[in-house]
């Protein structure tokens, strides 16, 4: 595997596996992984084998918490929205991105929000709030 990642994945990406979705916060394609592997693992094992990140409950929660903290892709990570470090911009404020929670939610996956809340993923979404409000019995006040 070279094309853009060319050396930070010679000789060490996948061939076989696909980078996709796993783990609590859903890491996926090869640069996330690659970042990954090179912030918290010492053996590149996630990047080798993109199954590894489900390989233990250590790996599986630190993908999560590694996501959850890390700004990618030109956006904000979202620990710093929820906890105000992050201001949205003009580009945002054009985009109609909320605050808090929903800021979140719109700039990790923009086809969700506005009128595609109503579409699959959306519905999706709303089910696994539902389900989490359920089991730690939380209510809507």
């Known amino acids: 595997m070279g094309g853009y990642y060319g050396e930070a994945c010679l000789n060490l990406c996948s061939t076989t596996e696909a980078y996709s979705w796993r783990g609590p916060g859903k890491m996926a394609g090869v640069a996330e992984y690659l970042q990954f592997s090179k912030t918290l693992e010492t053996d590149d094992a996630s990047v080798a084998d993109p199954r590894a990140a489900l390989r233990d409950a250590k790996t599986y929660w630190m993908s999560g918490l590694w996501k959850w903290m890390t700004p990618l892709n030109g956006r904000p990570s979202p620990n710093n929205v929820i906890t105000g470090l992050w201001e ?6 054009r985009d ?4 808090g929670f929903g800021a979140i939610q719109k700039l990790a996956d923009p086809t969700s929000c506005g009128t595609g809340a109503r579409g699959a993923k959306g519905k999706m979404y709303e089910n696994i709030w539902r389900k989490a409000k359920q089991h730690f019995g939380l209510t809507d006040e």
């Not at 949205?88 to 404020?93: N, Y």
């Open 88 to 93: 949205a911009g003009e580009e945002e404020m």
């Open 96 to 99: 109609n991105v909320p605050e």
